[in-house]
């Protein structure tokens, strides 16, 4: 099984700031990596996918990278609506694991 | 527009089975793969399993042969049932799409509301 990895466990950014996300993979799962949006009381949300490639209606400011074993969600010129949890996937093959979350929470 | 929704009682007693039906509305069900997901209150996303249209499934070794995942394509419903639960099974559970056509190995791209199932005496 494939141990994803994400930090920090929480970040406090203020609005209008850039906000950073990192995952981190056991093993490399090339570009296989989705990003997903959680707020309270509602289903994940996703983000990105191919590790890089916005999702339909996902806004300009939220961007991916990496590839193999180190990814990286960045929010630009954060908005209050975008705290959340966020929480990084593998589906490189089964069983496709999750990060434990990042908790975004905006100043 | 494709939606999903979970189905199934709240609460269930320690060592019988959990049983969830996931209707797909706005679309068929055929030519996708189709998971169950879980989160425990306060936790982090686990997947359960998927199934094809064929029938053909896998699922998380974690849950130890305890998972079986069906298929109905007459009425566009997926099904889980999880035997033996204990507390450690009281979570929300999600029926969720696989993003792209005739692959497993996608993103979820389409996911239900969820239902709050509770292993409880």
């Known amino acids: 099984e494939i141990v994803m990895t994400q930090s920090p466990a929480t970040l406090s950014v203020s609005p209008g700031e850039r906000a950073t996300l990192s995952c981190r993979a056991s093993?490399?799962?090339?570009?296989?990596l989705a990003w997903y949006q959680q707020k309270p009381g509602q289903a994940p949300r996703l983000l990105i996918f191919g590790a890089s490639t916005r999702a339909t209606g996902i806004p300009a400011r939220f961007s991916g990278s990496g590839s193999g074993t180190e990814f990286t969600l960045t929010i630009s010129s954060l908005q209050s609506e975008d705290s959340a949890v966020y929480y990084c996937q593998h589906y490189s093959n089964w069983p496709y694991t999750f990060g434990q979350g990042t908790k975004l929470e905006i100043k | 527009q494709v939606q999903l929704q979970e189905s199934g009682p709240g609460l269930v007693r320690p060592s019988e089975t959990l049983s969830l039906t996931c209707s797909v509305s706005?679309?068929?069900?055929?030519?996708?793969?189709w998971s169950w997901i879980r989160q425990p209150p306060g936790k982090g996303l686990e997947w359960i399993g998927y199934i094809y249209r064929s029938g053909s499934t896998n699922y998380n070794p974690s849950l130890k042969s305890r998972a079986t995942i069906s298929v109905d394509t007459s009425s566009n419903q997926l099904s889980l049932r999880l035997t033996s639960v204990t507390a450690a099974d009281t979570a929300i559970y999600y029926c969720?799409?696989?993003?792209?056509?005739?692959?497993?190995?996608?993103?979820?791209?389409?996911w239900g509301q969820g239902t709050m199932v509770t292993v409880s005496s």
């Open positions: 706005g679309g068929s069900i055929s030519n996708y793969y």
């Open positions: 093993q490399i799962v090339s570009d296989t």
């Open positions: 969720a799409r696989s993003k792209l056509l005739f692959s497993p190995d996608n993103p979820f791209d389409i």
